[in-house]
């Protein structure tokens, strides 16, 4: 039996699971793949602040706790940070010309041989092998 796919997550996906915006069918439906059990998603530990300050934003803080229980019913494996990760950021940051928090989601997946999932096309898309959800 062949190891699942591992998908690295920009928090530009997690955020299309809660606002209709395009790139939310592609988005729901690698959440869906999680769930089922065919794919692994990985994200660094910024994605779920981003995720859940943009459903207080776009919503309400009420719906902060039913967005966090969604986010762990999808089993993604969250990374802290650790001097590996903040260093290979920080590379990231230059090879493709992005923020720090931006370079996070793709540090994780190249020192994980993994696969980055983004919607952030401006960010991520020079990424190698980049599965952009747009």
């Not at 010309?97 to 997946?109: E, N, Q, R, V």
Request: glycine share 6%; hydrophobic share 50%.
């Amino acid at each position: 039996m062949s190891a699942r796919p591992v998908f690295v997550l920009d928090a530009s996906v997690g955020v299309k699971w809660f606002k209709p915006e395009s790139g939310r069918e592609r988005a729901l439906e690698l959440q869906a793949r999680a769930v089922a059990g065919e794919v692994s998603l990985v994200a660094p530990v910024h994605f779920v602040h981003e995720v859940l300050s943009v459903v207080a934003r776009h919503y309400a803080p009420r719906d902060i706790v039913p967005a966090w229980q969604r986010i762990t019913a999808s089993d993604i494996a969250i990374l802290p940070l650790t001097d590996e990760i903040v260093a290979e950021a920080a590379n990231q940051c230059e090879v493709l010309g992005c923020s720090f928090y931006d370079g996070l989601a793709p540090a994780c997946a190249l020192l994980l041989g993994a696969t980055l999932a983004s919607a952030d096309e401006r960010a991520h898309g020079a990424y190698p092998g980049v599965h952009l959800v747009t």
